[in-house]
């Protein structure tokens, strides 16, 4: 059951747009999706170099695959972080 003063807001909220919107969480969520989308334009960039400048061998696989797992675990890392900092940042947020 809520308290009478936690529903008549007698927490301080803060001023302005801040106390409607959480401002941090989408500063986060620009902050990783700008590091996602650099991430994936670098391993694109790096992943057509070598298939423009390797022979088809093993070699050129082999490369292509790491540059693709080193891709999926930048991604999973990111993922990881952002739900981690989130959690954080909301748990604190919750029990005051």
């Given amino acids: ?11 301080e909220t803060p001023p302005g ?3 409607w919107i959480n401002l941090e ?3 986060l969520l620009s902050h990783h999706t700008s590091a996602v989308v650099a991430a994936v334009v670098l ?5 057509w170099l070598i298939r423009r400048m390797l022979q088809d061998s093993l070699m050129k696989r082999a ?13 999973a890392y990111f993922a990881y972080e952002l739900l981690f900092v ?11």
């Avoid at 809520?2 to 807001?9: D, H, L, Q, T, V």
């Fill in 17 to 19: 747009i801040e106390g």
């Fill in 63 to 75: 490369v292509l695959l790491l540059d693709e797992m080193v891709l999926l675990c930048i991604f």
């Fill in 25 to 27: 969480a989408i500063r």
């Fill in 1 to 11: 059951m809520i308290s009478f003063e936690y529903a008549a807001g007698a927490q």
């Fill in 43 to 47: 391993f694109w960039l790096v992943g």
């Fill in 86 to 96: 989130l959690y954080l940042r909301t748990r604190s947020l919750w029990s005051s």
